[in-house]
């Protein structure tokens, strides 16, 4: 993939996976990629998740990136597993810098114009809002991307089905980002396919 736009643009919505156990990583990416969801985000938030990471790529179709990288460290680690892009929950300068430096499509969490701005002045406009319902929901980012129109957004935290499309209708909301699509647990590959088809479907 060559840039973060294009992998925002793939899908409408980017399942954040959470990998417990290893076993379940490639079964999981199976099944959304199946269902038209082939951007997924594995969040660094258990030991397993490299291991994920990995694993997912041998699955055709998957673009997989880590989400939850919160500093230089985690970023080469996860390049080094195969991340193909990189999500983080907030934006520092050390991470940014090092993330821009990598040439590693990066998006990284804002929630407030300083975090926008704080960005810009690194040269990076596509932004994760996050946590987008705790943050204020939908009528908080259309305040903040008023003065930004540079800018594109991925929402992610509290959005499910029954929001996504209101967010999607939003012209700088390129995706959103849902844990509805890959539930914990031992992947049930038929149910996550068909709720992955269902998310792929809301694209406009």
Do not use: Y
Request: contains cysteine; charged residues 15%.
């Amino acid at each position: 993939m060559s840039d973060i736009e294009t992998i925002m643009r793939t899908a409408p919505v980017i399942p954040v996976i959470v990998v417990d156990d290893i076993d379940h990583a490639v079964p999981l990416a199976r099944a959304l990629v199946a269902g038209g969801l082939k951007v997924l985000e594995v969040t660094l938030r258990t030991p397993a998740a490299l291991d994920a990471i990995k694993a997912m790529k041998s699955v055709d179709g998957a673009i997989v990136g880590a989400g939850t990288v919160i500093n230089s460290t985690q970023l080469q680690q996860a390049i080094d597993a195969g991340s193909e892009f990189i999500v983080s929950p907030g934006l520092t300068e050390p991470l940014g810098k090092a993330a821009v430096a990598s040439g590693v499509p990066f998006l990284p969490g804002i929630a407030n114009a300083g975090d926008i701005m704080r960005g810009l002045d690194m040269g990076l406009n596509h932004f994760k809002f996050f946590p987008a319902m705790a943050s204020g929901g939908l009528p908080a980012l259309k305040a903040l991307a008023a003065p930004f129109g540079q800018c594109k957004f991925c929402p992610t935290g509290g959005i499910g089905l029954d929001t996504a499309p209101q967010w999607l209708a939003f012209d700088p909301v390129l995706c959103v980002g849902g844990s509805w699509v890959s539930p914990k647990g031992a992947p049930d590959p038929a149910m996550i396919q068909a709720l992955a088809h269902e998310a792929a479907s809301l694209g406009r």
